[in-house]
Nanobody, 124 residues
């Protein structure tokens, strides 16, 4: 069974940037569409971004489009989320998971076990 470990979170000022990583072990994710999700304090987990198994196609939530970039390194079995121009509303625990498609994806449709996530805190 795949295990996903998220890392790269931290405390950053508004306008700053962070790069999150999602490393997989247990099996290759080279044929899986991958997604990033986040759960703000006191709120439901929400979709952030997804990338096709080829890495060619991507999809973003409206709230992050133009600021965040999802990418993947098949050789390293790792997915990344580059987050620029961070805002206080981006504060959340960030998770990755395999997803069935690029579009119409919610956290309820995620296919694999959830990791522990990585905390991102943006101070204003």
């Amino acid at each position: 069974q795949v295990q996903l470990v998220e890392s790269g979170g931290g405390l950053v000022q508004a306008g700053g940037f962070l790069r999150l990583s999602c490393a997989a072990s247990g099996r290759t994710l080279s044929k899986n569409t991958m997604g990033w999700f986040r759960q703000p304090p006191g709120k439901e987990r929400e979709f952030v971004a997804a990338i096709s198994w080829t890495g060619v196609s991507t999809n973003y939530a409206d709230s992050v489009r133009g600021r965040f970039t999802i990418s993947r390194d098949v050789a390293k079995n790792t997915v990344y989320l580059q987050m620029n121009s961070l805002k206080s509303e981006d504060t959340a625990v960030y998770y990755c998971n395999t997803v069935p498609s690029l579009y119409g994806t919610s956290w309820l449709s995620a296919l694999g076990p959830w990791g522990q996530g990585t905390q991102v805190t943006v101070s204003s």
